[in-house]
């Protein structure tokens, strides 16, 4: 496990260290459930993401077991950041169908709100996913100096969460 030093900041010890008491050792993915499992792929591949082999059909003892609903039947596609990381897992149902949630959520309703990348150009990658209809959810904000960050609204309400460092920004200038 990883002590603060007396500074109050982190050891150097590798994050993916072996914990003594049973935890959470590192991300592995995050879980999208969608109608559209090919309009919601264009999406993220738009984003720079990219599929890890073909759609998987999954169901049987294994699924049904892990969500609890017998029967369940579902396509997934795996999608991969450029940098490696946590995966992005499209999940759409077959059986039982999808249940519709907001098709336009906003920051303060409850659940999961955005899936967060960063992104080497910010208003780049903003321009190329309006000129496919997508919409921003407010603007481009500046944090403390550090960051630029928008939300964008894809399909089925999906927001993800596009930040920058200013310091590149600056640097690519």
Do not use: K
């Not at 559209?36 to 049987?60: K, S």
């Amino acid at each position: 496990m990883r002590e603060p030093n007396d500074a109050g900041t982190r050891n150097d010890q590798a994050l993916d260290a072996p914990s003594p008491r049973p935890g959470v050792r590192s991300m592995d993915h995050i879980g999208i459930t969608v109608a559209d499992l090919d309009a919601a792929t264009a999406f993220f591949t738009l984003l720079g993401l990219t599929t890890h082999g073909d759609p998987m059909d999954v169901e049987g003892e294994f699924l049904d077991t892990v969500i609890g609903m017998p029967g369940s039947h579902t396509r997934i596609v795996m999608l991969h950041t450029p940098s490696g990381g946590t995966t992005v897992e499209l999940s759409s149902f077959v059986r039982p169908d999808h249940r519709a949630g907001s098709t336009a959520p906003m920051a303060n309703e409850l659940g999961i709100r955005n899936v967060a990348f960063m992104v080497d150009d910010l208003d780049a990658v903003i321009e190329r996913v309006t000129m496919e209809g997508y919409e921003l959810v407010g603007g481009v904000g500046e944090w403390e100096g550090a960051i630029r960050m928008a939300y964008v609204r894809g399909p089925e309400g999906i927001i993800v969460s596009l930040a920058e460092s200013i310091d590149q920004s600056r640097s690519a200038e």
